[in-house]
Structure formats: C-alpha cells, structure tokens
C-alpha cells in the first residue's frame, strides 16, 4: 500500500515498564501500513488475490462488505477492480482513527464506486444483498463465541453464488509443526529488520487480544453456518485466507 505519511513501525523498539493490550489507536494508525508488510507474509498476494476474485464473484447491483477495513486497502483494491460495475462498498471499523485515515486516503484516488465508511463494531453491521465480504484479517480479534453468529450473518446477508474471504492468522494442533511454522513467521519478521525486543513485545501486547484458530476450526464454522463450497486459497507460513462460496 504506497500511503502518504508511511511511517515505519517503532511501536515497540523501546522497552516498556507497563505494557498495555494492543489497541488500533492513533500511533498504530500512523505505522499501521508499514507494520502489516513486515509482519504478515502474503499480505500484498491476499490483496492482489482479492482484487482477481473481485472480478470474477462480484455481480452488479449488489454491495460488498469490507470489516475491519483498517486504512482501506480491501476497499481500494476492490473498487480499482469494480471500474464500471455498478456496485455500493460498505468499509466498517470500530477504531475511528483508521477510519479517518481511510477517508483521506481514499480521496486521493478518483472513482465513481461510493464507498460509505462506518466507525461501528461489525457485529452491529447489517449484510444484505451482498456478493463479497471480506474479514482480512479481523475476525482473529473477535471474541471466540461470537465469531459464528458474526459468520453466520454474512452467510444470511449474501446472494447465492456470493463469497466470503478470510484471512486470519492461524495455528496448528500439532505441537511440532506449530514450532517450526511459528519460527518460519518469526524469522520472516526478523529478516523486515524487527529486533527481538521488538518481536517479544508485540507478541506480548496481542495476547489475549488476537486469538488464533486453526485451519478445521475455520473450515468447520464455515461448514456449520451453511457454506458449501470452501477452500484455503492462499497460505503462507501461519497465515491463510479461506474462501467460502454460498
Ligand atoms: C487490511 N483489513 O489492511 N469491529 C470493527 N472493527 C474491528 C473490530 C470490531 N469488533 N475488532 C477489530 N477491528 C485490513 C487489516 S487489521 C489486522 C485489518 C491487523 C478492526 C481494528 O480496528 C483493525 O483496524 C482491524 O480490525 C484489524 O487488509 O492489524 O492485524
């Protein structure tokens, strides 16, 4: 994402006395590119990926749901791809700092798609009519027992032949292959130049704040909420996205 004031991210570089819970304020805001590049593989393929399924799933006259938008780079993605297709984008996060940021930052670029940006926690959001929905890497940080009455709203809110992606980071069972795909990410991060100060305290400050399912955790809940059609179509190291057909 080329963004104006791209900052790098030096959240964690000093020690903290009294670390705090991860939150998506200001300071994250004005990092929040540059921190995603360098720690989640994949992040840029998932966005061209969306882009090509954007294509090939969106219908007209229809809306598509970008939750958890961040700065918007689902959103801008999508609405590069929609061009001439008559469609309404709905982008929701609960932190209004991003969703500031993703109005200017949307502005830059001229479109005829409307986008309406909503400060509000996505379990409020209604989905209706809907050929996309995408949770890039935001149903993660929802509380474990809502995630499936949260899935099962998109289900209810799309249009048959209408998809969900999700991209979450994920885990796996299996202690052994746990380790190694958590030093494969954890060596992707110190090759983008984070320290191990650095790596330590974020993982600390996400505790209990991201949590993690598995693949079949995943696969399942799509599976229970009616999805017939799903697949991973994208992983890289311990971090996947699904895509769920209705
Ligand atoms: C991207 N999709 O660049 N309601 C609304 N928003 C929420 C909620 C909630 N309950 N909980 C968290 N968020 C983006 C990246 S980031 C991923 C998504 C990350 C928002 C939160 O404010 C943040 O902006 C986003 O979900 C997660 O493709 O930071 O690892």
């Known amino acids: 994402m080329n963004q104006q004031n791209n900052h790098k991210d030096t959240l964690f570089a000093q020690p903290y006395e009294a670390l705090g819970a991860f939150q998506f304020d200001e300071s994250v805001v004005s990092v929040f590119p540059d921190m995603i590049q360098r720690s989640v593989p994949g992040y840029q393929t998932i966005l061209a990926g969306i882009g090509e399924l954007t294509t090939q799933l969106v219908k007209p006259n229809t809306r598509i749901y970008d939750l958890g938008c961040s700065l918007g780079a689902v959103t801008l993605t999508i609405?590069?791809?929609?061009?001439?297709?008559?469609?309404?984008i709905i982008a929701v996060d609960n932190s209004a700092a991003m969703?500031?940021?993703a109005k200017t930052y949307l502005a830059a670029f001229h479109s005829d798609v409307k986008v309406d940006f909503q400060i509000d926690d996505i379990a409020n959001i209604e989905i209706q009519n809907a050929s996309l929905v995408v949770l890039n890497f935001t149903l993660q940080f929802i509380a474990p027992e809502q995630r499936e009455a949260l899935i099962q709203k998109i289900y209810d809110g799309l249009n048959p032949g209408g998809a969900l992606i999700l991209s979450e980071k994920i885990h796996l069972d299996d202690p052994i292959t746990q380790s190694?795909?958590?030093h494969l990410h954890l060596q992707f991060k110190r090759a983008n130049g984070y320290s191990e100060l650095e790596i330590s305290q974020k993982r600390a400050s996400l505790e209990n704040v991201l949590i993690s399912d598995t693949p079949e955790q995943n696969i399942d809940r799509l599976k229970?909420?009616?999805?017939?059609?799903?697949?991973?179509?994208?992983?890289?190291?311990?971090?996947?996205?699904f895509l769920a057909i209705k």
Request: charged residues 25%.
């Open 79 to 88: 609405r590069r791809k929609l061009e001439t297709t008559p469609c309404q």
């Open 99 to 101: 969703i500031e940021r």
């Open 180 to 182: 190694a795909i958590e």
């Open 224 to 241: 229970k909420v009616g999805f017939k059609h799903n697949a991973i179509w994208l992983q890289a190291y311990n971090f996947a996205s």
